[in-house]
């Protein structure tokens, strides 16, 4: 059997035939990033979803890039700069942090490979974003009925675990999964229904917060000027962090007062962890903190990258950030709902930032990253089927 005929091959010798290829279903792709949804199972003590990506990646490997395409050489060299200063941080900190450096640097790596098979053309978009929906839509259809686990009373979890990190993956990652499933609008529509009833049911305001944003860019700011598009953005994420503290503690979050007052004192104990950090950071896996004997993740992810890789770190992930997000400014004018959804995620990331530790270096960074970049090598559709 040829290569180009195995079930795993993306026949992409050129870019008209990819894209042709592209709207296939490729069952390797929809049934492992129908996984990443899936949080809460371990297989050995890895993450399923984790094992499922770096499945894919192996399947990538395998395969030709579309129309002989590589990754951009300022995503090349940010991602490698960004894994040369957390390695570097992880050796220099040997002893005094206790964090498997190792580990957490090896996720960076599959994140990397993960963007690495998108932004080559070697992942199907549509067969991962129909995965993606399919899994979103089983797991929050499963929490609703408590199958999964119930790990916080009223507030929606199943196999997805925290309900912050699962606002996280459906504010971030649904969004691809809504707009690269399919084109036909009255598909994306039906995706989106359990989506947004599962981003709701999270109970999470920053993640509610980071859908209206990302709706608000998708209506409105995509159709604004390169500099307008990216002030407004950035208007946006700075928002959330402005909030007066009397409007976050209102209605149906009035109970939210006490786990408020223990973030400040997270915070607080950040800041002290930070000032005492040199230029590379405290190491991978360091972003934890004390409080009365407990041990707690960071809630905010740009500090939580600065403690882990300096504040070279932190500008690296925000530069790919802001780059895929440039380069698809163009096609987002003009009309193409998938580079504006990229583009949202991109907004919707920042906004998951402020309140939760684990975001800039976590597997929806390198989904949208890949997503954005993959896109980017499409041709324009000429006439997108919207029925």
Same mark, same amino acid.
Request: glycine share 10%; net charge neutral.
């Given at each position: 059997?040829?290569t /180009?005929?195995?079930?795993?091959?993306?026949?992409?010798k050129?870019?008209?035939r990819?894209?042709e290829?592209?709207?296939?279903?490729? #069952? !390797?792709?929809?049934a492992?990033l129908?996984?990443?949804?899936?949080r809460?199972?371990?297989?050995?003590?890895?993450?399923l979803?984790?094992?499922?990506?770096?499945?894919?990646?192996?399947?990538?490997l395998?395969?030709?890039?579309?129309?002989?395409a590589?990754?951009?050489?300022?995503?090349v060299?940010?991602?490698?700069? $960004?894994?040369?200063? +957390?390695?570097?941080?992880?050796l220099?900190?040997?002893?005094?942090n206790?964090?498997?450096?190792?580990?957490?640097?090896?996720?960076?790596?599959?994140?990397?490979?993960?963007?690495?098979?998108?932004?080559?053309?070697? +992942?199907?978009?549509?067969?991962?974003?129909?995965g #993606?929906?399919?899994?979103?839509a089983?797991?929050?259809?499963?929490?609703?009925? /408590?199958?999964g686990?119930?790990?916080?009373?009223?507030?929606?979890?199943?196999?997805?675990?925290?309900?912050?990190?699962?606002?996280?993956?459906?504010?971030?990652?649904?969004?691809?999964?809504?707009?690269?499933?399919?084109?036909?609008t /009255?598909?994306?529509?039906?995706?989106a229904?359990?989506?947004?009833?599962?981003?709701?049911?999270?109970y999470s305001?920053?993640? $509610?917060?980071?859908?209206?944003?990302a709706?608000?860019?998708?209506l $409105?700011?995509?159709?604004?000027?390169?500099?307008?598009g990216?002030?407004?953005?950035?208007?946006?994420?700075?928002?959330?962090?402005?909030?007066?503290?009397?409007?976050?503690t209102v209605?149906?979050?009035?109970?939210?007062?006490?786990?408020? /007052?223990?973030? $400040?004192?997270?915070?607080?104990?950040?800041q002290?962890?930070l000032?005492?950090?040199?230029?590379?950071?405290?190491?991978?896996? !360091?972003?934890t903190v004390?409080?009365?004997?407990?041990?707690?993740?960071?809630?905010n992810?740009?500090l939580?990258?600065?403690?882990?890789?300096?504040?070279?770190?932190?500008?690296l992930? +925000?530069?790919?950030?802001?780059?895929?997000?440039?380069?698809?400014s163009?096609?987002s004018?003009?009309g193409?709902?998938?580079?504006?959804?990229?583009?949202?995620?991109?907004i919707?990331?920042?906004? #998951?930032?402020?309140?939760?530790g684990?975001?800039l270096?976590?597997?929806?960074v390198?989904? %949208? %990253?890949?997503?954005?970049?993959?896109?980017a090598?499409?041709?324009p559709?000429?006439?997108?089927?919207?029925?």
């Open positions: 059997m040829s /180009k005929n195995t079930p795993w091959a993306l026949p992409d050129t870019v008209a990819a894209d290829a592209d709207r296939e279903i490729r #069952m !390797s792709d929809f492992l129908a996984l990443l949804p899936v809460s199972i371990a297989v050995a003590g890895f993450p979803n984790e094992l499922a990506i770096v499945a894919l990646i192996g399947l990538c395998f395969r030709s890039p579309r129309g002989g590589r990754l951009p050489v300022q995503v060299l940010t991602i490698g700069g $960004l894994l040369a200063v +957390l390695t570097y941080s992880g220099a900190n040997v002893g005094s206790e964090a498997d450096w190792t580990r957490r640097v090896g996720h960076v790596v599959i994140m990397a490979g993960l963007i690495w098979a998108g932004g080559t053309g070697r +992942l199907s978009l549509r067969s991962a974003g129909a #993606m929906a399919t899994g979103f089983v797991v929050i259809g499963l929490a609703i009925v /408590k199958v686990g119930d790990y916080y009373p009223g507030r929606l979890t199943g196999y997805l675990a925290d309900p912050n990190a699962a606002a996280y993956f459906i504010a971030v990652v649904g969004i691809i999964a809504i707009f690269f499933c399919d084109e036909r /009255k598909v994306r529509i039906a995706v229904v359990p989506i947004v009833v599962g981003l709701v049911l999270v305001r920053t993640g $509610l917060l980071a859908g209206v944003f709706a608000v860019w998708l $409105l700011g995509r159709r604004l000027g390169q500099v307008a990216a002030v407004l953005a950035l208007v946006m994420v700075w928002a959330v962090n402005n909030i007066p503290e009397s409007l976050t209605g149906p979050f009035s109970d939210r007062s006490g786990s408020d /007052k223990l973030r $400040l004192r997270i915070i607080a104990q950040e002290v962890e000032a005492g950090a040199p230029w590379y950071g405290n190491g991978p896996g !360091s972003a004390e409080i009365r004997n407990l041990t707690f993740y960071f809630h992810s740009y939580a990258t600065r403690q882990e890789g300096g504040w070279v770190a932190l500008v992930v +925000l530069l790919l950030l802001a780059y895929c997000f440039v380069r698809l163009a096609q004018r003009n193409d709902l998938q580079a504006a959804a990229c583009q949202a995620a991109i919707s990331t920042g906004v #998951m930032a402020i309140t939760l684990e975001v270096l976590d597997t929806p390198s989904v %949208v %990253v890949a997503f954005a970049l993959g896109h090598l499409r041709r559709a000429e006439d997108p089927p919207d029925g």
